[in-house]
């Protein structure tokens, strides 16, 4: 990855963990009193050996200069005078155990409350990345839902933010404590031999040629398990969504199938991605012990030789153990750290995205006069689906768009609404660029009742409120009554509060449709845009529907896609669409004189009845 990539990783993760600041600062505060303690725990042990060995004070050691040896030893100066008592061991050895219980019980203190702020900012960030990255999505438009997989989506809210935090945010902590620690004993390392302490560091050094090594391997595997993880959470969401093609199909088996093979790449990809992690605190291990015989070795020969007391070989050799713990965390943590950025990198990923629709400044309130295409062409990939499509809605009046199956009809309204912009072309509201207005406001003005009607998993009243506020139960009413939907409702077990299961399996056809119409209204947009209403239902919810549509489209400006042509008849205009172009447009009467198109249309449907 490039560096300036890399550093805009850091600050933008930097960015979320801002608003913590505080409770970081006072969990690394706590957590450098504890490193110290748990320092300190080690540090008795000089004074334990010297009373029961009976050194009862620690001579200074006159000839020597050096800085370190002599914090060290002031340090221990003092420590001793606090706990012995010259000439009385009892009362030592009492001091002395009081002392190791202070201490434990104050280290252990410090660190519930460490790990517990930890827990808060470390839950925290993770909250506010995956809300963030949730409000993103909410706000993306139509296009960029369609080029991407939706369980690739799911699966970085709901996995990469938490693989985000436990492999960076929380690693870095972790760090940064055990670092403390690490930098203590080093100091005791160093004050007491430094030649011991460069023998010992060359295990570390060991160890981060080995990270090194294995960094590229983990990230690789990382890379695997975020991508099958996305793979088998797809999966999953997509079986959901088809449950009843999949059970009507016999599918289950296949499914199933499809669903425990992407699991089975995972956990290939976990295994591998564990086998070099757990590799490395082995590694660490047996590089620090190698480096402990050698210090052994070589601090035994300095003892013999006078040049080193044996009370303080054995301090050098306990604090060498107790670093090795805290080292062996810092190196299994940036071990981690490959797979916070792979999350890193899909969630920035998300964030970065410069969405194609952008707001404009305008805010619009209505609709004066008319809505007008002016040579729209449009294109999802390489193939025109509009080409240079022109015409006007005014205002008051109903539009109808007819034409076959794939001519670009629900095209049409996905740009009238902007889920996407022309490529070229223009389309206006009272003669003003629609890409110039705001985009909220501007989409408040329609109301829509699409080809597939979304109903949430939530009451009946709640998914036509839908959002809004300060909805009467009588507005409810005179809405639902429009939509001819009202009879349906009484006679549900809980009427208005009846709860709908996902994706509104307990309603009909009809049903549902009746319920986004009754959303449709409650909205009282200017414009209604009705995509093919009515062409999933029998002929006798057909005529509920359409009743309900007639019934609300009076004094509306309407938009309406349909198959049957029966219901658009009395439409002020009909535009009749045939590969991307208007063929044909007139009222019924007109295009029927025409002898083109729409009368072909209108004849198979005819002879059909
Ligand atoms: N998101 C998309 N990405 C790529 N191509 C698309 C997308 N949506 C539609 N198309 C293509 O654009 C063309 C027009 O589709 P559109 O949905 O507008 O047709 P339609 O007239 O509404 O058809 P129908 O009557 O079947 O609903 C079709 O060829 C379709 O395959
Ligand atoms: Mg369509």
Redesign the pocket.
Same mark, same amino acid.
């Given at each position: 990855m490039p560096k300036a990539q890399k550093n805009t990783l850091i600050s933008q993760t930097l960015h979320f963990i801002r608003p913590f600041y505080w409770l970081i600062g006072f969990a690394m505060l706590m957590n450098v009193i504890f490193s110290s303690l748990s320092a300190l725990s080690i540090a008795l042990i000089l004074p334990i050996i010297r009373i029961i060995f009976g050194t009862t004070s620690v001579e200074k050691v006159a000839h020597s200069q050096e800085f370190l040896t002599k914090i060290k030893d002031d340090f221990f100066h003092y420590l001793s005078q606090m706990i012995v008592e010259p000439g009385d061991i009892l009362s030592s050895l009492v001091n002395l155990s009081f002392l190791i219980i202070i201490v434990f019980v104050l280290k252990n203190v410090t660190k519930y409350i460490a790990v517990v702020t930890s827990v808060k900012f470390e839950e925290g960030v993770i909250k506010n990345i995956r809300d963030t990255v949730f409000q993103k999505l909410t706000s993306l438009s139509? &296009?960029f839902f369609?080029?991407r997989k939706q369980g690739d989506l799911i699966s970085v809210v709901a996995n990469e933010t938490t693989a985000l935090s436990h492999a960076s945010i929380s690693a870095i902590n972790i760090i940064l404590r055990e670092f403390t620690q690490v930098l203590l004993f080093a100091f005791l390392l160093l004050a007491i031999s430094p030649q011991l302490t460069l023998i010992a560091s060359l295990s570390a050094l060991m160890s981060l040629v080995i990270l090194r090594f294995a960094s590229k391997y983990l990230k690789r595997y990382a890379k695997r398990m975020q991508s099958f993880m996305s793979d088998y959470t797809s999966t999953m969401q997509e079986s959901f969504y088809a449950l009843r093609i999949i059970k009507a199909y016999n599918a289950e088996e296949h499914t199933n199938r499809k669903f425990f093979t992407d699991t089975y790449n995972y956990v290939k990809a976990a295994i591998k991605h564990k086998k070099v992690i757990t590799l490395i605190p082995s590694i660490n291990e047996i590089t620090a012990i190698t480096a402990l015989t050698f210090v052994l070795f070589f601090g035994g020969k300095q003892v013999m030789s006078n040049t080193l007391s044996g009370d303080e070989l054995m301090l050098f050799l306990f604090a060498l153990f107790s670093i090795m713990g805290p080292v062996v965390i810092i190196m299994t943590n940036i071990s981690q750290l490959p797979r916070g950025k792979v999350a890193a990198e899909k969630i920035f990923e998300i964030l970065n995205v410069d969405d194609e629709i952008k707001s404009g400044e305008k805010v619009v309130t209505n609709l004066q006069k008319k809505i007008t295409f002016e040579n729209v062409s449009f294109?999802?990939?390489d193939?025109e689906?509009?080409q240079n499509v022109s015409f006007d809605i005014e205002k008051g009046k109903k539009i109808a !768009?007819v &034409?076959?199956?794939? &001519? &670009?009809?629900?095209? !049409?309204?996905?740009l009238i609404i902007r889920f996407y912009d022309p490529k070229s072309g223009v389309i206006t509201l009272d003669n003003f660029d629609i890409t110039k207005c705001d985009i909220k406001s501007y989409r408040k003005l329609f109301g829509i009742v699409s080809?597939e009607t979304m109903l949430f998993n939530d009451t009946i009243a709640n998914n036509i409120i839908f959002g809004r506020e300060n909805v009467t139960q009588e507005k409810l009413e005179e809405v639902v009554r429009h939509a001819n939907a009202y009879d349906f409702i009484q006679k549900l077990p809980n009427g208005f509060e009846t709860h709908i299961g996902d994706r509104g399996i307990t309603l009909s056809g009809g049903e549902r449709q009746r319920i986004a119409i009754a959303r449709a209204l409650l909205a009282d947009p200017e414009i209604l845009i009705f995509?093919?209403a009515t062409?999933a239902l029998d002929t006798e919810s057909e005529k509920i529907v359409q009743n309900a549509i007639n019934n609300v489209l009076e004094n509306k400006t309407a938009i309406i896609?349909a198959?049957r042509l029966s219901t658009i008849l009395d439409a002020d205009k009909i535009l009749v669409?045939k590969d991307?172009e208007v063929a044909e447009s007139g009222t019924h009467s007109e295009l029927l004189e025409l002898n083109g198109v729409y009368r072909k249309l209108y004849d198979i449907q005819f002879n059909e009845n």
């Amino acid at each position: 990855m490039p560096k300036a990539q890399k550093n805009t990783l850091i600050s933008q993760t930097l960015h979320f963990i801002r608003p913590f600041y505080w409770l970081i600062g006072f969990a690394m505060l706590m957590n450098v009193i504890f490193s110290s303690l748990s320092a300190l725990s080690i540090a008795l042990i000089l004074p334990i050996i010297r009373i029961i060995f009976g050194t009862t004070s620690v001579e200074k050691v006159a000839h020597s200069q050096e800085f370190l040896t002599k914090i060290k030893d002031d340090f221990f100066h003092y420590l001793s005078q606090m706990i012995v008592e010259p000439g009385d061991i009892l009362s030592s050895l009492v001091n002395l155990s009081f002392l190791i219980i202070i201490v434990f019980v104050l280290k252990n203190v410090t660190k519930y409350i460490a790990v517990v702020t930890s827990v808060k900012f470390e839950e925290g960030v993770i909250k506010n990345i995956r809300d963030t990255v949730f409000q993103k999505l909410t706000s993306l438009s139509v &296009g960029f839902f369609s080029r991407r997989k939706q369980g690739d989506l799911i699966s970085v809210v709901a996995n990469e933010t938490t693989a985000l935090s436990h492999a960076s945010i929380s690693a870095i902590n972790i760090i940064l404590r055990e670092f403390t620690q690490v930098l203590l004993f080093a100091f005791l390392l160093l004050a007491i031999s430094p030649q011991l302490t460069l023998i010992a560091s060359l295990s570390a050094l060991m160890s981060l040629v080995i990270l090194r090594f294995a960094s590229k391997y983990l990230k690789r595997y990382a890379k695997r398990m975020q991508s099958f993880m996305s793979d088998y959470t797809s999966t999953m969401q997509e079986s959901f969504y088809a449950l009843r093609i999949i059970k009507a199909y016999n599918a289950e088996e296949h499914t199933n199938r499809k669903f425990f093979t992407d699991t089975y790449n995972y956990v290939k990809a976990a295994i591998k991605h564990k086998k070099v992690i757990t590799l490395i605190p082995s590694i660490n291990e047996i590089t620090a012990i190698t480096a402990l015989t050698f210090v052994l070795f070589f601090g035994g020969k300095q003892v013999m030789s006078n040049t080193l007391s044996g009370d303080e070989l054995m301090l050098f050799l306990f604090a060498l153990f107790s670093i090795m713990g805290p080292v062996v965390i810092i190196m299994t943590n940036i071990s981690q750290l490959p797979r916070g950025k792979v999350a890193a990198e899909k969630i920035f990923e998300i964030l970065n995205v410069d969405d194609e629709i952008k707001s404009g400044e305008k805010v619009v309130t209505n609709l004066q006069k008319k809505i007008t295409f002016e040579n729209v062409s449009f294109q999802y990939e390489d193939e025109e689906v509009l080409q240079n499509v022109s015409f006007d809605i005014e205002k008051g009046k109903k539009i109808a !768009i007819v &034409g076959p199956s794939g &001519g &670009g009809k629900s095209t !049409i309204l996905d740009l009238i609404i902007r889920f996407y912009d022309p490529k070229s072309g223009v389309i206006t509201l009272d003669n003003f660029d629609i890409t110039k207005c705001d985009i909220k406001s501007y989409r408040k003005l329609f109301g829509i009742v699409s080809q597939e009607t979304m109903l949430f998993n939530d009451t009946i009243a709640n998914n036509i409120i839908f959002g809004r506020e300060n909805v009467t139960q009588e507005k409810l009413e005179e809405v639902v009554r429009h939509a001819n939907a009202y009879d349906f409702i009484q006679k549900l077990p809980n009427g208005f509060e009846t709860h709908i299961g996902d994706r509104g399996i307990t309603l009909s056809g009809g049903e549902r449709q009746r319920i986004a119409i009754a959303r449709a209204l409650l909205a009282d947009p200017e414009i209604l845009i009705f995509d093919e209403a009515t062409s999933a239902l029998d002929t006798e919810s057909e005529k509920i529907v359409q009743n309900a549509i007639n019934n609300v489209l009076e004094n509306k400006t309407a938009i309406i896609v349909a198959h049957r042509l029966s219901t658009i008849l009395d439409a002020d205009k009909i535009l009749v669409l045939k590969d991307g172009e208007v063929a044909e447009s007139g009222t019924h009467s007109e295009l029927l004189e025409l002898n083109g198109v729409y009368r072909k249309l209108y004849d198979i449907q005819f002879n059909e009845n």
